[in-house]
């Protein structure tokens, strides 16, 4: 291990402990935010595995998260099923869900692939909506156990250092390496041996698993599950701007995003609740023309001019 | 035959709709993801002037064409334009006008929310009227021609006029056309604001005869890509011909099944054309 | 020396069709084992896309290609690289996001003869040197001449120790002193005995560096053999400066 790595170790294990003992200072409204923090670095950190190195902007987390939550709240009030079993089927399920839609779109330009996944918590809501009704029985759904927002809150933590330790073998991976040079050049990558498709479908199968876990593990936050609710498009929407607002260039990247967003975010939700939507608008605009590559970039930068 | 008819005359609208967008993504390069938000502007508009100053849809269409075409072009010149210059591949230019027209999409449905945050429920010609043995409201039928004549309109433009084949031009190639002496930024702009103002005049003649809300742009941009992508990118007559299809089996959907799953056969129909012909219903399999 | 060489590139009836154009029409020809074979021709005459299809890059129309006992016709282009073709791009492609020797790693990882981790970077670290590139080994590619943008292109190429390397005018762009570098260089790989396709312009490397070649116009062979005999063929004369 190189000095670099192990600084960086001592690091995120020293971010982890502090962390992980939040729960016990924070109460209340602040342990809340805390969790929504929490899901949204998980998210955003997932969603940067595929979409940072190849560059394709996914909008699929909220079709995702909502089976995740989805399919937890359908096993454990229909059908008796227990929360971990449920918690257990449903990133297989949208793993799957992932390879059908990888195989069929990632073959293509990142166009079409961003326009399928745009709709595509919105598709799965009308037909979910329409099963339920149609078949299921119109009720709600219930997800009753005796999880408090502190033990949610450190399962999101397990699965976000899950995350990192992931993010982190893939970067120095062969798989890892190739992903890079299909954002760089994908004609060069199909020419130097990478099975370019699959490389992307295996990722994005990846990001699928990691956001119907997280779905699954906050269903029990809401106890009631709708599938209005929770196949949320929004949701795809601010995980993209967390990631792009951190950067997605480094594999810490979208925490920096994500920690000062969830704060604004919190505070106009709750001050200024008919502006989020544009509030979100003027996020994405910002990026795009002001921190191209992030806040991280943009610090990259500035240390690059002040060491000049 | 209901739906046959009521399909086709849907699909009219959607065809007018899809131009839009295809002179913008064809002829400009520009992904337009806020290209819904523009048909429910042009809905919101008719709404507007609907119930406070009692003005007909139709005359609204003469008011809206000319605004957002003021306002695409616009937008084109302070937001669009530096990513074109600055983007160095086509890819980094769709990215770049992915984000920011969502962005863009957010900001006008955020404005419209705070305008009318409710559905835009007007009710304009809704008088039954029957032909070939079916009944539809009069809205649907005037909106159908309506979309028929700005479609040949705009179809006579692009074929027969000078400034038409320089578009046409630009849609086939940047490059070529940059050599043989037209001024691509200012033909690029200038498809982007028409593109723009058929979309919203679209929106005009659609709110007619289905009640709009603030939110559901997202749904026309993702069906009219569907019907882009279907005909083939660029072209006009694949689009038409794939709007027609659309309209068609929505309408049998949502008849024969359920009203709520037109999305989903968008979708299984986006799915089909991605898996076997992702060229486009007309295009040649690209190598 | 040649005629003794087995084929290991065997291509037969090879074409292409954009719409109604056709690009490659019928084209029929072997390449041996150590050998460097040259494909001229006019500009348009169908040489790069000949190349495409045999890299995988675009897919024939009708015809095979064949590495040694394998079919190679129909499969994607990453395939095709790992049975043991490499190729190096028409205009100059490398990978500007990687430093020089990722660059050389990327040839390395994942095609005819995998290696990666260190093994990988000692590999990468002897090509770029062999190609007078060492010591530049960290720079970004954006920071590299034309000519060491071709050479990295080349070192990437190689990283793979392809069965058979296509060099689509490898040489064009460069002014007449790196002109006299890029043909030696060429040659130093033929004396190592690799087995080259060069699609080239410039006439005096076609002369020294190739062992046969093939003259292509409007899609056609209209023309093989030894540099010498062909540039000599009249049909060839005709088709260079046309009828006139």
């Given at each position: 291990m190189s000095r670099g790595e192990a600084i960086g170790l001592m690091l995120a294990i020293i971010v982890v402990a502090v962390a992980a003992v939040l729960p016990l200072i924070l109460d209340g409204y602040w342990l809340s935010v805390a969790l929504t923090a929490m899901m949204y670095v998980a998210l955003a950190t997932s969603w940067t595995l595929f979409s940072g190195p190849t560059r394709y902007l996914s909008l699929a987390?909220?079709?995702?998260?909502?089976i995740g939550g989805y399919l937890v709240g359908l096993g454990m009030s229909d059908y008796g099923l227990s929360f971990w079993l449920m918690a257990a089927i449903a990133p297989v399920v949208a793993t799957a869900l992932a390879l059908l839609i990888g195989l069929a779109t990632l073959r293509l330009s990142g166009v079409y692939f961003v326009i399928f996944t745009l709709g595509l918590a919105e598709m799965i809501r009308n037909l979910v909506s329409w099963i339920q009704n149609n078949f299921l029985g119109s009720r709600g759904l219930y997800v009753l156990t005796d999880f408090t927002d502190a033990d949610i809150?450190?399962?999101?933590?397990?699965?976000?250092?899950?995350?990192?330790?992931?993010?982190?073998?893939?970067?120095?991976?062969?798989?890892?390496?190739?992903?890079?040079?299909?954002?760089?050049?994908?004609?060069?990558?199909?020419?130097?041996?990478i099975d370019t498709?699959?490389?992307?479908?295996?990722?994005?199968?990846?990001?699928?698993?990691?956001?119907?876990?997280?779905?699954?593990?906050?269903?029990p936050r809401y106890s009631y599950i709708e599938p209005n609710v929770v196949f949320s498009p929004e949701l795809s929407f601010i995980v993209v701007v967390m990631a792009l607002l951190g950067g997605i260039h480094r594999l810490w990247g979208p925490l920096v995003g994500v920690i000062p967003f969830t704060l604004?975010?919190?505070?106009?939700?709750?001050?200024?609740?008919?502006?989020t939507t544009l509030f979100l608008g003027f996020s994405f605009l910002l990026i795009v023309y002001f921190l191209p590559h992030g806040v991280v970039g943009l610090m990259q930068s500035l240390v690059r001019r002040v060491g000049r | 035959m209901d739906i046959l008819i009521s399909g086709l005359l849907l699909g009219g609208t959607y065809a007018l709709i899809a131009m839009g967008l295809n002179l913008q993504y064809g002829v400009a390069r520009i992904m337009n993801l806020?290209?819904?938000?523009?048909?429910?502007?042009g809905g919101l508009a008719a709404f507007w002037l609907f119930v406070a100053d009692g003005l007909s849809p139709i005359a609204t269409v003469f008011l809206v064409a000319p605004l957002a075409f003021a306002g695409n072009w616009l937008i084109y010149r302070l937001l669009i334009r530096p990513l074109v210059r600055r983007a160095k591949t086509q890819g980094q230019l769709d990215v770049d006008s992915i984000l920011s027209t969502f962005g863009m999409s957010f900001i006008f449905v955020g404005l419209m929310v705070t305008i009318h945050g409710e559905y835009f429920t007007y009710s304009y010609l809704a008088d039954p009227f029957s032909i070939l043995g079916t009944t539809v409201a009069v809205n649907r039928l005037v909106a159908f021609i309506a979309a028929v004549a700005i479609g040949a309109a705009i179809c006579f433009w692009l074929y027969r006029t000078q400034s038409g084949t320089a578009v046409r031009a630009v849609s086939v190639s940047t490059e070529a056309a940059g050599l043989v002496?037209?001024?691509?930024?200012?033909?690029?702009?200038f498809a982007f604001a028409i593109g723009g103002a058929v979309t919203a005049v679209g929106g005009t003649l659609i709110s007619t005869f289905i009640t709009l809300d603030a939110s559901m742009g997202v749904i026309f941009t993702m069906k009219a890509l569907i019907i882009v992508i279907m005909g083939g990118v660029g072209d006009i007559r694949g689009a038409i011909i794939a709007a027609l299809l659309l309209g068609l089996v929505e309408t049998a959907v949502a008849t024969i099944i359920d009203p709520g799953l037109t999305l989903v056969a968008a979708y299984v129909i986006f799915l089909s054309v991605l898996l076997f012909r992702p060229q486009g219903l007309f295009g040649r399999r690209a190598s | 020396m040649t005629s003794q060489s087995v084929p290991i590139l065997i291509v037969e009836t090879l074409t292409k069709r954009f719409g109604g154009l056709i690009a490659v029409d019928q084209m029929?020809?072997?390449?041996?084992?150590?050998?460097?074979?040259?494909i001229i021709g006019?500009?348009?005459?169908?040489?790069?896309?000949?190349?495409?299809?045999?890299?995988?890059?675009?897919?024939?129309?009708?015809?095979?290609?064949?590495?040694?006992?394998?079919?190679?016709?129909?499969?994607?282009?990453?395939?095709?690289?790992?049975?043991?073709?490499?190729?190096t791009f028409q205009l100059v492609r490398v990978l500007p996001d990687l430093t020089a020797i990722e660059n050389v790693v990327a040839g390395a990882a994942f095609a005819h003869k995998p290696r990666w981790g260190a093994e990988a970077r000692a590999f990468a670290v002897a090509l770029l040197e062999r190609l007078d590139l060492g010591g530049k080994q960290d720079l970004p590619v954006g920071s590299l001449t034309y000519i060491d943008q071709k050479r990295l292109e080349l070192a990437r190429a190689l990283a793979s120790e392809p069965e058979v390397l296509l060099l689509d005018e490898w040489l064009a762009g460069l002014n007449p002193s790196e002109l006299k570098i890029g043909i030696d260089l060429i040659a130093s790989l033929r004396d190592e005995g690799r087995t080259v396709i060069l699609v080239e312009h410039v006439m005096d490397a076609i002369r020294s560096l190739c062992d046969r070649c093939v003259v292509m116009n409007s899609g056609r062979k209209i023309a093989e053999g030894t540099p010498a005999a062909v540039l000599s063929d009249r049909e060839v004369i005709r088709a260079y400066l046309g009828d006139g």
């Amino acid at each position: 291990m190189s000095r670099g790595e192990a600084i960086g170790l001592m690091l995120a294990i020293i971010v982890v402990a502090v962390a992980a003992v939040l729960p016990l200072i924070l109460d209340g409204y602040w342990l809340s935010v805390a969790l929504t923090a929490m899901m949204y670095v998980a998210l955003a950190t997932s969603w940067t595995l595929f979409s940072g190195p190849t560059r394709y902007l996914s909008l699929a987390t909220g079709a995702f998260f909502g089976i995740g939550g989805y399919l937890v709240g359908l096993g454990m009030s229909d059908y008796g099923l227990s929360f971990w079993l449920m918690a257990a089927i449903a990133p297989v399920v949208a793993t799957a869900l992932a390879l059908l839609i990888g195989l069929a779109t990632l073959r293509l330009s990142g166009v079409y692939f961003v326009i399928f996944t745009l709709g595509l918590a919105e598709m799965i809501r009308n037909l979910v909506s329409w099963i339920q009704n149609n078949f299921l029985g119109s009720r709600g759904l219930y997800v009753l156990t005796d999880f408090t927002d502190a033990d949610i809150y450190w399962m999101l933590l397990a699965v976000s250092v899950a995350i990192f330790a992931l993010g982190w073998w893939i970067n120095r991976s062969r798989l890892g390496f190739a992903l890079r040079i299909i954002g760089s050049d994908e004609e060069v990558a199909k020419h130097v041996g990478i099975d370019t498709a699959w490389s992307k479908v295996v990722l994005f199968m990846v990001t699928g698993f990691f956001a119907a876990l997280i779905g699954a593990l906050v269903a029990p936050r809401y106890s009631y599950i709708e599938p209005n609710v929770v196949f949320s498009p929004e949701l795809s929407f601010i995980v993209v701007v967390m990631a792009l607002l951190g950067g997605i260039h480094r594999l810490w990247g979208p925490l920096v995003g994500v920690i000062p967003f969830t704060l604004i975010w919190e505070g106009i939700t709750i001050s200024f609740p008919n502006y989020t939507t544009l509030f979100l608008g003027f996020s994405f605009l910002l990026i795009v023309y002001f921190l191209p590559h992030g806040v991280v970039g943009l610090m990259q930068s500035l240390v690059r001019r002040v060491g000049r | 035959m209901d739906i046959l008819i009521s399909g086709l005359l849907l699909g009219g609208t959607y065809a007018l709709i899809a131009m839009g967008l295809n002179l913008q993504y064809g002829v400009a390069r520009i992904m337009n993801l806020a290209n819904g938000e523009m048909l429910v502007l042009g809905g919101l508009a008719a709404f507007w002037l609907f119930v406070a100053d009692g003005l007909s849809p139709i005359a609204t269409v003469f008011l809206v064409a000319p605004l957002a075409f003021a306002g695409n072009w616009l937008i084109y010149r302070l937001l669009i334009r530096p990513l074109v210059r600055r983007a160095k591949t086509q890819g980094q230019l769709d990215v770049d006008s992915i984000l920011s027209t969502f962005g863009m999409s957010f900001i006008f449905v955020g404005l419209m929310v705070t305008i009318h945050g409710e559905y835009f429920t007007y009710s304009y010609l809704a008088d039954p009227f029957s032909i070939l043995g079916t009944t539809v409201a009069v809205n649907r039928l005037v909106a159908f021609i309506a979309a028929v004549a700005i479609g040949a309109a705009i179809c006579f433009w692009l074929y027969r006029t000078q400034s038409g084949t320089a578009v046409r031009a630009v849609s086939v190639s940047t490059e070529a056309a940059g050599l043989v002496g037209i001024n691509v930024e200012r033909v690029s702009a200038f498809a982007f604001a028409i593109g723009g103002a058929v979309t919203a005049v679209g929106g005009t003649l659609i709110s007619t005869f289905i009640t709009l809300d603030a939110s559901m742009g997202v749904i026309f941009t993702m069906k009219a890509l569907i019907i882009v992508i279907m005909g083939g990118v660029g072209d006009i007559r694949g689009a038409i011909i794939a709007a027609l299809l659309l309209g068609l089996v929505e309408t049998a959907v949502a008849t024969i099944i359920d009203p709520g799953l037109t999305l989903v056969a968008a979708y299984v129909i986006f799915l089909s054309v991605l898996l076997f012909r992702p060229q486009g219903l007309f295009g040649r399999r690209a190598s | 020396m040649t005629s003794q060489s087995v084929p290991i590139l065997i291509v037969e009836t090879l074409t292409k069709r954009f719409g109604g154009l056709i690009a490659v029409d019928q084209m029929s020809f072997d390449v041996r084992e150590h050998e460097v074979m040259g494909i001229i021709g006019p500009n348009g005459s169908g040489k790069s896309t000949t190349m495409n299809l045999i890299s995988g890059a675009l897919k024939a129309t009708s015809g095979t290609i064949r590495l040694k006992e394998r079919e190679l016709t129909a499969m994607p282009a990453h395939k095709i690289a790992r049975l043991g073709i490499a190729r190096t791009f028409q205009l100059v492609r490398v990978l500007p996001d990687l430093t020089a020797i990722e660059n050389v790693v990327a040839g390395a990882a994942f095609a005819h003869k995998p290696r990666w981790g260190a093994e990988a970077r000692a590999f990468a670290v002897a090509l770029l040197e062999r190609l007078d590139l060492g010591g530049k080994q960290d720079l970004p590619v954006g920071s590299l001449t034309y000519i060491d943008q071709k050479r990295l292109e080349l070192a990437r190429a190689l990283a793979s120790e392809p069965e058979v390397l296509l060099l689509d005018e490898w040489l064009a762009g460069l002014n007449p002193s790196e002109l006299k570098i890029g043909i030696d260089l060429i040659a130093s790989l033929r004396d190592e005995g690799r087995t080259v396709i060069l699609v080239e312009h410039v006439m005096d490397a076609i002369r020294s560096l190739c062992d046969r070649c093939v003259v292509m116009n409007s899609g056609r062979k209209i023309a093989e053999g030894t540099p010498a005999a062909v540039l000599s063929d009249r049909e060839v004369i005709r088709a260079y400066l046309g009828d006139g």
